[in-house]
């Protein structure tokens, strides 16, 4: 059954990332706010991910080439609605939780909004994966003076302005990408707790000490990078 959504929260588009993701699909789609429309952008799987994504009334876009961002931005360009959101496609997260970060956009409150993990079983968040976090979280601190504690994927703001801000990763460096930039272009950036599960299935990404050291080399690439001309010189917030 489809969560219904506060009447008075705009619509939204989610994107959902998603390689190999067969076993989470039905139950995160299934938490997707009513009305929205969610995008499933199937990175090359083989599960029959893309399938299942349509059966459960998914907008499902193919992007052949292989990286976390290069599915987040296919999902980006897919969307259409003013508000945007990304969430992992792995039941990790539930985005019946996004309607709170969208009104925060909505309202003025925040120009982009941001998921705190905060692990709710043992297993959910591997100890490599957390020590990972915590030392990109610190050298974001550095970069930006933002006082956050998470990269989390579940994530809200305008599309229009997400776009404007001109994201060239696409690795694992996109989320980091996007809270920089947006740091840069003078946003304001609010954080919000979520729980977070087990996720099922085998993590691509932060799974294993090699794919953690894999996503940490390409957010540090991101952090050496000089503040970008566009955003240091706009200083303009996102559109409300």
Excluded at 42 to 71: K, L, M, Q, Y
Excluded at 112 to 139: D, F, K, S, T, Y
Excluded at 152 to 167: E, T, V
Excluded at 203 to 217: I, L, N, P, Q
Aim: proline share 6%; hydrophobic share 40%; net charge positive.
């Amino acid at each position: 059954m489809v969560r219904v959504t506060d009447s008075i929260t705009p619509r939204a588009d989610v994107v959902l990332p998603c390689l190999d993701e067969a076993a989470a699909l039905p139950w995160v789609l299934e938490r997707i706010p009513d009305g929205w429309r969610a995008i499933v952008v199937d990175n090359g799987s083989t599960d029959g991910s893309a399938t299942i994504a349509r059966a459960h009334g998914a907008t499902v876009v193919h992007e052949p080439r292989r990286g976390f961002g290069a599915a987040c931005h296919a999902g980006l360009l897919a969307a259409d609605a003013d508000v945007v959101c990304f969430c992992d496609c792995d039941a990790s997260l539930d985005p019946g939780l996004l309607p709170g970060f969208v009104r925060s956009v909505e309202e003025g409150g925040a120009d982009l909004v941001l998921g705190r993990r905060r692990p709710q079983e043992r297993g959910a968040w591997p100890l490599h994966a957390r020590l990972g976090n915590i030392a990109l979280a610190r050298m974001l601190r550095r970069r930006t003076g933002l006082a956050l504690h998470d990269l989390g994927p579940l994530r809200a703001a305008r599309r229009a302005p997400l776009l404007g801000l001109d994201l060239t990763d696409r690795r694992s460096g996109y989320p980091l990408e996007m809270v920089v930039r947006a740091a840069d272009a003078g946003w304001r950036i609010e954080e919000r707790d979520v729980p977070y599960r087990p996720r099922t299935g085998t993590s691509k990404v932060t799974g294993t000490w090699r794919g953690t050291w894999h996503a940490v080399r390409d957010m540090r690439t991101v952090l050496r990078e000089p503040a970008t001309t566009t955003a240091a010189n706009s200083r303009t917030r996102a559109a409300r």
